[in-house]
C-alpha cells in the first residue's frame, strides 16, 4: 500500500512519528496524524478551514491531547487527581516536563494503533474511489474522517461538521 502514498502523504506519516516522538508518545494515533495534516499548509488544513473548524484551536486541543500521554484530565479529576498539580509537582522534583519524558521512549519503531493503522487502509479505499492513482494527504484526511479514533472524535467535540469537511476534502481532491 506505501507504494501508492505520494511524496506528500509519506511526509505526513513521517511528521506523524515526529509528533508521537516529541510527544512520548507510546504509539501514533490519529491525532498525530490530524496533527501532520493540518499543522502546515496543505489540502486538509485548507477543507477543514473551509468546513468551519478552527484550525488552531483544533491543532492546539490535539497537541495537549498527546502532549499528556493519554492522561484524561477529567477522568483524573473525578477520583480526586489534579493532572496539572502532578504535573507541577514532577517538573519541581525531577525538572520541566518530567511527566512526558516519563513515558517517552528510547528511539526505535513507535507503533500504529489499530485506528490510525484504518485511516491509512480507509485513505486507500478513498483514492479508489475518487479514482485517484496515489494517495493524497487529503485522502489520509478522509480516512481520518471515517475511521473511529481520537482525531475524528477530536473533530466531533471542536463542532466541525464531518459532512462537511469530507465534502471540502473531495473538492480539494478535485483540485489537485
Known sequence: MFER???QARAVVTDAQ????DAA???IDTRHLLISLV???????????AAGGDVEAILAQARADVRTG??????LAGIGID????RRQADEVFGAGALERAGRRSGGHIPFTPDAKKTLE??????????????HSVHLMLGLVLAEGPGRALLERAGVNLDALRTALEEQSDAA
Open 83 to 86: 493532572l496539572d498539580a502532578v
Open 70 to 75: 493519554g492522561l484524561d484530565g477529567d477522568a
Open 39 to 49: 499543522q502546515g499548509p496543505g489540502p486538509a488544513r485548507r477543507a477543514l478551514g
Open 122 to 135: 480507509l485513505a486507500l479505499r478513498e483514492a479508489i474511489r475518487l479514482k485517484d492513482r496515489g494517495i
Open 5 to 7: 502514498f505520494t511524496k
Open 25 to 27: 508518545s507510546r504509539s
Open 18 to 21: 515526529v509528533v508521537a516522538r
